[in-house]
């Protein structure tokens, strides 16, 4: 998913990381917060996460702990002023990816994440498959046997999320996360909007999997 989750409480610092990561393509979700943070990367399937070790309700490291602890891969980049080589190490060792130090130069931040984002062991797949279905999102489309169906950017990041929690229920708000982020405002129709043109296009294509909505607990694709 080219969206990542930025834990920062410095508000200016994490206004620049979020204005160059948008500027090379990739969206950005911010969080002030530990606790407000693990929530949302328990709905949100985000590419990888930048965390600043210093945060006000915590260590930034001891989320990647629980997160590594939870069996979650995915990548974390580590922010911190602490330049000690032993911080770096205790950082590498309880589970972050890779680790810089303040300042840096906002270059050197993107090229990072976009490396971790690129690293073949932490993603699920290229083209995910389920069931029936592949999806190609270099081409935004998702194909059935021979037959190919464009699909919108939300439909897309909602057909993700369903394919990455396959047989699971995922929640409304999860969804909408997926699709438009935590910071756009949404209609409330939207995501019905978006859910009945990519059952329709799932049809179209030819495909028996459909997407169920659980009372009270959300959406599954099966």
């Known amino acids: 998913m080219n969206r990542i989750a930025l834990i920062e409480d410095h508000d200016r610092l994490a206004d620049l990381i979020r204005i160059s990561l948008q500027a ?10 530990v606790e407000a943070a693990r929530a949302a990367l328990g709905e949100i399937d985000y590419g990888a996460v930048v965390i600043d070790r210093g945060l006000p309700d915590g260590d930034g490291l001891s989320l990647v702990k629980r ?17 000690a080589l032993h911080d770096r190490v205790d950082g590498l060792e309880s589970g972050a990816d890779d ?10 931040l993107v090229a990072r994440v976009r490396a971790l984002m690129r690293r073949p062991a932490n993603l699920r797949s290229a083209q995910p498959r389920h069931g029936d279905i592949q999806v190609r ?13 464009s699909l919108a950017p939300a439909e897309l990041q909602i057909l993700l999320c369903l394919i990455h929690r396959a047989e699971q229920p995922v929640r409304r708000s999860a969804l ?3 699709a438009w982020g935590l910071s756009e405002a949404v209609t409330p129709n939207a995501l019905d909007v978006a859910l009945h043109r990519l059952r329709r296009k799932l049809q179209a294509v030819g495909s028996t999997l459909q997407i169920s909505n ?5 959406y599954v694709l099966r």
């Open 99 to 108: 680790y810089l130090t303040k300042p840096f130069p906002m270059e050197e």
């Open 214 to 218: 659980i009372r009270n607990h959300g």
């Open 176 to 178: 909408e996360a997926a």
């Open 24 to 33: 090379a393509g990739i969206e950005v979700d911010v969080f002030g917060r």
């Open 67 to 83: 997160l590594r602890a939870a069996g979650n891969g995915i990548p974390c980049l580590m922010l911190t002023a602490r330049d």
């Open 137 to 149: 999102p270099d081409e935004g489309t998702v194909r059935c046997g021979h037959s190919a169906v």
